[in-house]
């Protein structure tokens, strides 16, 4: 049961580490005959920068950065087989002729890379997040079951209507194919509406398709059929599903196999491709694109239970794929040598790194930029609308400014000050591009609040940004000096061309009078250890974010404190992305911690702290209280850079000191002012 075919990879040059290193990732493999370099795919997902429903030139740039870069397959994010006027999302639409150009040209790149090139088309049924024009339009489904998440009563699809749709996704198959794409997949899974029909909990229809396994899966297959029909015998054609979520109106693995497996023996698909997730509900959609909170390798035990029911079956010619939350080459390489997967995938990891698989390649894994898992950039930008990014790497979806990093046309000495994360992502890219790079920090070890971040309960693999800027200032030779607290005479003993202030923030403590009597600490020292905490405590969560729910459950959990979490918003995370807050929501309360939103800090007293509710200015009072913990913002600060003014040629401040914000933008302007220089 091995990922590799035994007659594969005989021939295979082992004086290339990357093939000692990871001998199934880079071995070549097929899919209905169509030959793939290695078995390493960049997987579908929503980029945010299409333009007028087609693939978008910023779109196509971004792709190219990771086609240039050994990946064996790319797959194109989600098309809608229905036009998509009125709806100003970022989608795209393979309803019209307009959709081949863009495609021909991505076709035109992968082929000169020997990549292979998938299409992707789906339809999301009652889980529709658009509006056309402003206004909802009506949903459709098997049946009239309401969608729980987006609050949709959708109108039960008669059969002409199914059948109207069955020839939509035959005939944008067939436009993609002429645009020279290599495979067709179907977005089954994640609760959209190949899936809702699939699901007995919302296909509630009594005839042919319904009311049976049979009856339910009718639908795909004859949408399989059609497509295949469309597009003739060469290009691979196959479908993605959700074996098992967490929505109640989900798919059951034991099902989802037979089904799988029923599909795959009736000849009508090639390929299989195993994701997580459910759009449905506000647990499932979380797991669609899985946080630090969800283990690596999400994807995998499904995908090894359809994998081994076709083995079983012995169906051999029907390849597994997976994608989701694989971030290193070390976890793909075992998933296909213990046979869970025959090729797998990953998103996250190629947007952290789009160099992933030419550095696994070439023995140069170390160098990989590891993906977090933290979400922010990736999925965060994507719901509000904006083309995905990452913290990390903020060159993805800006690869025709940033996208190659040149040598300065002159050598200068640069001096950085404050070693956080945006102050080491200047200094590595500074140094990268030639100049002489001095980073100083006064703390002895630099990070700056990422130390403090990674301390909160399931985020310890936020600490992976300093590990990786670390790789980063190490590998370009900046010359690092810590436990230095800088000056002006000291910025100026280094005789500096350029001077770059990022010396980040402190927390903000509101008027000491307001809290007389009352035993106030912040949330920075309860992370440090450094505040003795009573049994009943209230955090004042004024920022919103992730620090105050992450103190209020590692006091909860870690010191059986009675935690009250008084929100300055709508609800808990209000300012984190919607995935994320919905999970700080679901373990909150998993943990027993009240949270009480639409509350502003006023005061505190011995045993009392004095809120008013923000949109009446009602007062409320919560008594008994011990110990008040102030998750209250930052304050940044400018004095040494304002003491530089008109004492150096070149100065710049970034990150926190010039405003508190998070690390993405600490990065972002730590990247943007070293290209500057």
Not at 184 to 210: C, K, W
Request: proline share 6%; hydrophobic share 40%; with cysteine.
């Amino acid at each position: 049961l091995g990922g590799s075919d035994p007659s594969v990879g005989r021939s295979r040059d082992r004086r290339d580490p990357g093939l000692m290193d990871f001998p199934e990732l880079f071995s070549p493999t097929e899919i209905r005959g169509i030959p793939f370099k290695n078995r390493l795919f960049f997987g579908p997902h929503g980029t945010g920068m299409s333009e007028g429903g087609l693939l978008g030139a910023r779109q196509i740039a971004y792709y190219e950065a990771r086609i240039r870069n050994d990946i064996g397959l790319i797959f194109t994010e989600a098309h809608h087989v229905e036009p998509l006027e009125g709806i100003v999302y970022p989608t795209c639409s393979a309803a019209t002729d307009a959709c081949i150009p863009a495609l021909a040209e991505m076709a035109a790149l992968c082929e000169t890379h020997d990549v292979r090139f998938f299409g992707q088309l789906f339809h999301e049924g009652r889980s529709a997040l658009s509006l056309r024009d402003g206004r909802r339009e009506v949903t459709v489904a098997p049946s009239a079951i309401p969608d729980e998440r987006h609050h949709t009563v959708p109108r039960a699809m008669t059969v002409p209507m199914i059948e109207e749709l069955v020839g939509h996704f035959a005939t944008a198959a067939e436009r993609m194919v002429r645009a020279g794409v290599d495979g067709i997949e179907i977005l089954v899974g994640m609760g959209y509406l190949h899936a809702q029909f699939l699901s007995p909990h919302v296909n509630q229809r009594t005839d042919d398709y319904g009311g049976s396994p049979e009856g339910r899966r009718r639908f795909l297959e004859e949408t399989l059929i059609a497509i295949r029909n469309a597009i003739g015998d060469r290009p691979a054609l196959g479908f993605r599903i959700v074996p098992q979520d967490d929505d109640p109106d989900g798919l059951d693995l034991e099902e989802s196999v037979a089904q799988c497996v029923a599909i795959a023996d009736a000849g009508v698909c090639d390929f299989i491709n195993i994701a997580v997730g459910n759009v449905s509900t506000l647990a499932g959609v979380p797991s669609i694109v899985p946080s630090m909170y969800t283990p690596a390798g999400a994807c995998l035990p499904p995908a090894r239970a359809v994998r081994s029911a076709l083995i079983e079956r012995g169906i051999d010619n029907v390849k597994v794929l997976a994608a989701g939350r694989i971030n290193q080459p070390q976890e793909a390489e075992r998933a296909l040598a213990e046979g869970d997967v025959d090729m797998v995938g990953a998103v996250r990891a190629f947007i952290a790194d789009h160099e992933f698989a030419t550095k696994a390649k070439q023995g140069r894994a170390d160098e990989i930029r590891a993906c977090i898992a933290c979400n922010q950039a990736c999925i965060g930008h994507r719901a509000t609308g904006h083309a995905i990014s990452c913290i990390q790497h903020p060159a993805t979806s800006r690869e025709r400014t940033y996208g190659n990093v040149d040598t300065a046309p002159k050598q200068k000495s640069v001096v950085v000050v404050g070693g956080g994360p945006g102050g080491m992502k200047a200094a590595a890219v500074a140094a990268e591009r030639g100049h002489a790079v001095t980073l100083i920090e006064k703390a002895p070890r630099l990070g700056g609040q990422v130390l403090l971040a990674q301390k909160l309960p399931g985020r310890a693999e936020f600490g992976g940004v300093i590990t990786n800027l670390l790789s980063e200032i190490d590998r370009y030779g900046v010359t690092v000096e810590t436990g230095v607290a800088a000056t002006t005479e000291l910025v100026h003993q280094h005789r500096p061309d350029v001077v770059i202030i990022a010396t980040g923030a402190t927390p903000f403590v509101p008027n000491p009078e307001w809290f007389e009597g009352a035993h106030v600490v912040t949330a920075w020292e309860v992370l440090r250890g450094e505040a003795t905490v009573g049994k009943n405590v209230v955090v004042a969560d004024w920022r919103c974010d992730w620090i105050g729910p992450g103190v209020a459950e590692l006091l909860r959990v870690d010191q059986r404190c009675d935690v009250r979490l008084a929100v300055n918003g709508e609800t808990v995370g209000y300012t984190v992305q919607n995935y994320l807050k919905y999970q700080l929501a679901g373990r909150l309360h998993a943990a027993g911690v009240e949270v009480i939103p639409y509350m502003r800090l006023i005061g505190a007293d011995q045993d009392t702290v004095y809120l008013q509710h923000v949109v009446n200015a009602q007062p409320v009072l919560l008594e008994g209280v011990d110990t008040l913990v102030l998750a209250s913002g930052h304050r940044g600060g400018l004095g040494l850079h304002d003491a530089l003014v008109g004492e150096v040629p070149e100065l710049y401040a970034i990150g926190d000191c010039l405003s508190p914000r998070t690390v993405e933008e600490a990065i972002s302007e730590g990247m943007e002012t070293a290209f500057l220089l």
